[in-house]
């Protein structure tokens, strides 16, 4: 399984663009990365995902290099409501773990007013 | 709306008293998990289960039970709480492969304090 390593924790200010990065080396040709945040003890959200190219949707981009071995999650305009625990995860795929997503200790980003 | 559901919310119970923390999805998700998040530890899956009556151990199931009898509900039954229990449980759905991924929605959480 691919492991992900992502910065403890983060600031930016509120409007502008928070960027979390995250390294993941080892991943394979058929994993794709996710984000996925969680607000203060409630039930993850999912953000986003990828495989090789650029995304992006309603809530974000994400930004995967050419080689894949890291990603960056892109917050346009930071909210107060974007203070969350951001989750880059490698989906471990196979029968026998079925859709398991495996959380490490994620970013935690503090948007100031 | 399109949500999981968790009841209850917050259970505090008693070494050994059998007691059953229930899920609910309203989007027709074959794909159901449960997961238990610890300080240090991260979520870590306990059971999930591929479609009706097809249920699979996680990485920490020892302690649990499931069911899936019918396709919305995924019950976690503790059949003999301890302490060690005590956790905050998270069920998730997701929906059918797609080929490109899939996402997974989550319930609300339960906070079990086993004492």
Redesign the interface.
């Known amino acids: 399984d691919a492991k992900t390593t992502q910065p403890t924790s983060m600031d930016c200010a509120e409007g502008r663009a928070a960027n979390l990065p995250c390294n993941h080396s080892t991943i394979s040709g058929n994993e ?1 990365v ?1 984000w996925y945040r969680q607000i203060h ?6 953000i986003i ?1 990828g ?1 090789k190219n650029n995304e992006t949707n309603e809530m974000a981009s994400l930004i995967i290099t050419e080689d894949r071995k890291s990603s960056t999650l892109i917050l346009p305009h930071a909210t107060l409501r974007d203070t969350a625990v951001y989750y880059c995860i490698v ?1 471990v795929k196979g029968k ?11 970013t935690r980003l503090a948007v100031r007013p | 709306e399109a949500q ?1 559901t968790q009841n209850p919310r917050y259970l505090i119970t008693v070494t050994g008293k059998k007691l059953t923390v229930t899920c609910s999805q309203n989007m027709n998700h074959e ?1 159901m ?1 449960w997961y238990r998040q610890d300080p ?1 530890l ?2 870590r ?1 306990i059971y ?1 289960s ?1 479609n009706v009556e097809v249920t ?1 151990k ?2 920490v199931p020892e302690g649990y039970k499931v069911s899936r009898k019918e396709k919305r509900n995924f019950p976690l039954i503790l059949e003999s709480p301890s302490p060690n229990q005590t956790s ?1 449980y ?1 069920c ?1 759905s ?1 929906p059918p492969h797609a080929g ?10 339960t ?1 079990l304090t086993v004492t």
């Open positions: 794709y996710y003890s409630q039930g993850p959200q999912y995902h495989l989906r026998s773990s079925g859709d398991k997503l495996t959380f490490g200790t994620g | 999981v794909y998990s240090g991260g979520l899956q999930y591929m699979d996680g990485d905050l998270f998730a997701s490109t991924g899939r996402e997974q929605y989550f319930g609300p959480g906070r």
